[in-house]
């Protein structure tokens, strides 16, 4: 009986002291500051953590520092974090980075590829099939889903293509903000609204979801700079270059690649070194929507 006590006491100090050994390389692992990663986005914040949870988990890995999301809600928010540190680098929309950048509150380092392969994209303008609305002239006095006003392909863009063509949307429709690509759709699709607009890729992607057969393309704007990840003004610069490094070679490796077809469904294939030359084309879209 002694004997047996003494193998059970040894066996649980051999584990005991395993869990603590785990447990401490698990802490240890990243000793440095931890590095908040800020997502704008109109998706719901739980969907958001779940489709990024990959990328920060593999970016982490690379740079040995923990990195956190964090998702503020609106363009003030961002702005505000990115003002008091409360985000260090963050995913935005071409148009939100434009304004930040132009405030002094951000440097990009990165610009999404679209599984387009481009930097680019175009929005488009739908209908209903069975609409008398063939043109966007023909829009006005028409209600108009946008998706967000601080939106690149879902106002920026096609706001901008309807002025060019006469249309004025702040005043001869009726602008609604939907904030969701499915509300959109949806919308339209049961005769709510007269006309959707989204960024193009995302409409095709959204057609793999929801039956889109009803629906009509009658026009695409002018193309406008796809996603980009930047980063706040007063960053080191030591760890930009390292992120910047991290994220631009990331189809080099195996798991980096992985990680990329993951992000695939949010029309991601890979992220470039930012060309602010791309900006002369977000500046040309706000002369012509008259923002």
């Known amino acids: 009986m002694k004997s047996k006590r003494m193998i059970c006491s040894f066996f649980f100090f051999q584990l005991s002291f395993l869990f603590s050994t785990v447990f401490q390389t698990a802490s240890a692992q990243y000793t440095q500051e931890t590095i908040r990663f800020g997502i704008l986005s109109i998706a719901p914040p739980a969907r958001i953590h779940a489709k990024w949870q990959p990328f920060v988990k593999y970016v982490s890995k690379e740079l040995g520092r923990e990195v956190k999301i964090v998702v503020p809600r ?3 928010k961002m702005k505000a974090a990115a003002e008091t540190g409360k985000v260090d680098f963050f995913y935005v929309n071409s ?4 304004r930040l950048k132009k405030a002094g509150k951000a440097t990009g380092i990165g610009q999404m590829e679209n599984i387009g392969g481009s930097i680019l994209s175009s929005s488009d303008i739908f209908v209903r099939n069975d609409s008398d609305i063939k043109t966007v002239e023909q829009l006005k006095g028409k209600s108009v889903a946008f998706v967000s006003p601080m939106g690149a392909g879902g106002y920026l863009a096609p706001r901008a293509h309807m002025y060019t063509k006469g249309v004025n949307t702040k005043e001869q429709t009726k602008e609604v903000f939907t904030k969701n690509l ?6 339209v699709l049961l005769g709510e609204i007269n006309a959707g607009t989204m960024c193009g890729v995302n409409y095709k992607l959204m057609g793999k979801k929801i039956d889109t ?3 009509r393309v009658i026009a695409q704007s002018s193309p ?5 990840i930047a980063v706040r003004s007063n960053m080191n610069l030591n760890l930009m270059k390292e992120f910047k490094k991290v994220i631009v070679s990331m189809p080099e490796s195996i798991e980096g690649q992985k990680v990329l077809d993951l992000m695939n469904s949010m029309k991601i294939k890979r992220f470039l070194a930012y060309d602010a030359k791309s900006e002369a084309l977000t500046e040309e879209l ?3 929507g008259k923002f």
């Open 74 to 76: 609106g363009f003030k």
């Open 95 to 98: 148009h939100v980075f434009y």
């Open 182 to 187: 499915t509300n959109s759709i949806h919308k």
């Open 213 to 215: 057969g009803e629906l």
């Open 224 to 228: 406008y700079p796809e996603n980009v």
């Open 286 to 288: 706000l002369r012509a």
